[in-house]
């Protein structure tokens, strides 16, 4: 009888343990389309049925921004949890910026120039780090900026800092004076993932998915231009009679959308769905205008009010997070932010006290219907995509931004004299993005609003009043 009930404890205790194991964690991130640009947000031609499928089974966050409209401190900010302004990376290119980098004699003086900038990622903890300590193997593809994969703690990856000649299209490698090539900095060799392939995922799930848990970011260099989808994309979008500037972006958009599908797919047939936590965000909005791009005529200019502005269409995302007998399907409408996701997986694996500090807060009770989320303002911070420094973001900081309910505050930050960059805007401007999404009528001079003013004001001053770096990550000197 004693053997009996030993057999049925350690039985009910094996049983446990299976069901304690953490969940896979999986980001999808889109780099550069508009926070309208999907059909659950109301796009009427932009075609993203996997996306859309993805949606109707997650706990939908669709007032969701990122603090800044640029690829590189976007995605440090999902990496970190922390602003730009308190994890270092504000920037794409460390000094002496890209053009500097152009003008190098050598692959070999490039990136010795380069590198030092990498010992700010290593220096903090990150997703993938802390993710390593509890047993998660990970695997980095994609938009990637900080060298080699194992800077920011991912254990296998595609990014290795070595220039990719075989990727035969722009942005992804320099050639430098002397004729040697090196990696532009942006994710090399991970940049085939989704446009020339999708099988590295495949062999990381087949070595990793039924023996411990794994964290994928999955952040492929769509629908970010070149805009050069196979050809059955463009003539899907064209037999649609959709609007002929918006047509090389709707053709990235729905090649990315495809991906995805094939992602889930994978993830799905390897029995994988129901242990797996799925994130989508995008890194920064991008909204295709009317001018054709010099270099490339076939393609398109993105608007100024998006990609690197301090506008709605550089900011706004949707975020999706999907665990399924877990999150809840339901449509969230207080503002939230890529901040906020870092917390939101610790909570969700149920260490969410594994990073101290974190800037944001975990969205997981709401996404599982166990509360209702609060509502609080969101901020941000816009950089030039050059840094004049490591570690003194407040030396490059363009503007400052507030959000809370319907109301928005920009504050254009001048350097040395000089209006901020950008030319977005030289005064304080307050907007009414519910009823003006556009951001066409500046409110910061009328009366009836000088309060508004001055309160989101002293919440963003609170938040962060550029100045003292001190606290800022730096290389070693």
Known sequence: ???????????????????????????????????????????????????DKLAAQSARFVNGYVPTSLCSPSLGVMLTGRYPHQSGLHYNH??????????????????????PAFEIIRSQSTLPRTLGTLGYRSFQTGKFWEGHFSNAGFTDGMTIFQPSPHLNYTGVTRVLKD???????????????????MQPIADFLDRNGKTQPFFLWYAPYLPHQPHDSPQKYFDLHRQ?????????YLASVSQFDDTVGELMTMIDQRGLTKVTLFIFVVDNGWTPGKTRMKKSPKEFEHTHESKYSPFEDGLRTPILIRWDGHTRAETHEQLVSSVDLLPTVLAAIGKPDAIASLSGRSL?????????????????????????????????IAYRWIRRGPLKL?????????????????????????ADPDEKTNLAAKPEHAADVQKLRRQLDAWWTPGDDSQVPQPRR
């Open 410 to 434: 920009i504050v254009p930050q001048s350097q040395k004299g000089k209006a901020a960059w950008g030319d977005y805007l030289t005064d304080v401007a307050l907007f009414d993005v519910v």
């Open 240 to 248: 649609r009679g959709a609007a002929e500037h918006r047509i090389p």
């Open 364 to 396: 997981w009770s709401a996404a599982i219907g166990e509360s209702k989320l609060e509502d609080q303002p969101v901020f941000g911070e816009i950089y030039p995509g050059d840094a004049t420094s490591l570690g003194h973001p407040s030396r490059d």
């Open 1 to 51: 009888m004693k053997t009996h009930h030993l057999v049925l404890l350690c039985c009910f205790l094996t049983v446990g343990l299976a069901h304690a194991q953490p969940p896979n964690v999986v980001y999808i991130i889109a780099d550069d389309q508009t926070y309208r640009d999907f059909g659950f947000m109301g796009s009427q031609d932009a075609l993203t049925p996997h996306i």
């Open 179 to 197: 004729g040697s090539q090196a990696a532009h900095g942006n994710g090399d060799h991970g940049l085939a993932i989704g446009r020339e392939t």
């Open 94 to 115: 460390p000094p002496p910026g890209n053009s500097g980098f152009n003008k190098m004699s050598s692959a070999a003086e490039y990136e010795a120039a380069r590198s």
